[in-house]
C-alpha cells in the first residue's frame, strides 16, 4: 500500500515528486560523470541516497529515466525559446535569433544538459524514437508560436511544417557537432548562422516572412 500521509508537512505525492526530480537530476550528473556506460540503477540510487524502491517507485527501469532527463532538457529548451520569442519585439528575425540563442544557451551553459541532448542522438534504445519526436515537436512549436507564420493557409502551413523539419533536423546536427567539439565555433557566430539559415529557408518557402 502506498503511504498518502504526510510527513513533517510535507505530503506523500509531493516527496515522490521531489524522489523523483532528484533521480533526474543525479542521472544528469551520472551521464556527465561517468559517460552512458557507467549509468546504472545502482550508480544513480548511490549517488542520490535513495533506495532502490524509491527508483522503481518512478521509474520501470533506467531507460524510462534516461528518457524523463532528456525530456526534462527539452521541456527547459522549450520554455526558454518561447519565453524569448515573445519578449523580442515584432520583427521575424529578432524573433528567431533570440529563440535559437536562448535554447542553445540552456545546453551550452551546462554540460550535464548537453550530455543528455548527446545521448538522445546517440540513439540509444527508446531515447532514438524520442529524438524523432523532438525534432518533430520543435518543428511545429515553430510553426505554431512564430507570428509570421500565424495567417497561413493549410497548403502553406504543410509547407512550412516541411521546412521547418528540415532546419530542426540540420539544426539539431550542427548543436551536437559543436556540443560534442566536432564543430569549432562560438554561442553567438553558431546562433547567427542558425538564424540565416532558418530565415533563407523559410524565406524562400513562403515568399517572405516579414
Given at each position: 500500500m502506498v503511504s498518502t500521509r504526510a510527513y513533517r508537512g510535507v505530503p506523500a505525492d509531493e516527496r515522490r515528486e521531489l524522489r523523483r526530480s532528484a533521480l533526474i537530476e543525479t542521472v544528469l550528473d551520472c551521464l556527465?560523470?561517468?559517460?552512458?556506460?557507467?549509468?546504472?540503477?545502482?550508480?544513480?540510487?548511490?549517488?542520490?541516497?535513495?533506495?532502490?524502491?524509491?527508483?522503481?517507485?518512478?521509474?520501470?527501469?533506467?531507460?524510462?529515466?534516461?528518457?524523463?532527463?532528456?525530456?526534462?532538457?527539452?521541456?527547459?529548451?522549450?520554455?526558454?525559446?518561447?519565453?524569448?520569442?515573445?519578449?523580442?519585439?515584432?520583427?521575424?528575425?529578432?524573433?528567431?535569433?533570440?529563440?535559437?540563442?536562448?535554447?542553445?544557451?540552456?545546453?551550452?551553459?551546462?554540460?550535464?544538459?548537453?550530455?543528455?541532448?548527446?545521448?538522445?542522438?546517440?540513439?540509444?534504445?527508446?531515447?532514438?524514437e524520442r529524438r524523432h519526436r523532438v525534432v518533430t515537436d520543435y518543428a511545429d512549436l515553430i510553426i505554431d508560436n512564430l507570428p509570421a507564420l500565424n495567417a497561413l493557409g493549410l497548403s502553406e502551413r504543410r509547407r512550412a511544417r516541411a521546412t521547418a523539419l528540415f532546419l530542426m533536423g540540420g539544426s539539431a546536427e550542427v548543436i551536437e557537432a559543436a556540443l560534442s567539439g566536432r564543430l569549432r565555433m562560438s554561442r553567438a557566430r553558431l546562433v547567427d548562422h542558425l538564424t540565416t539559415m532558418w530565415l533563407g529557408a523559410l524565406g524562400a518557402g513562403l515568399g517572405g516572412t516579414g
Open positions: 556527465r560523470d561517468d559517460g552512458l556506460g557507467g549509468v546504472s540503477v545502482r550508480s544513480v540510487c548511490a549517488r542520490s541516497r535513495l533506495t532502490p524502491r524509491y527508483f522503481y517507485e518512478n521509474f520501470d527501469d533506467l531507460d524510462q529515466l534516461l528518457v524523463a532527463a532528456v525530456d526534462s532538457v527539452v521541456d527547459e529548451v522549450a520554455s526558454a525559446s518561447l519565453a524569448a520569442m515573445a519578449a523580442a519585439g515584432d520583427e521575424t528575425a529578432t524573433q528567431v535569433r533570440a529563440a535559437i540563442d536562448a535554447g542553445y544557451g540552456v545546453v551550452v551553459t551546462d554540460p550535464r544538459k548537453a550530455n543528455a541532448l548527446l545521448v538522445a542522438a546517440a540513439g540509444h534504445g527508446p531515447l532514438r
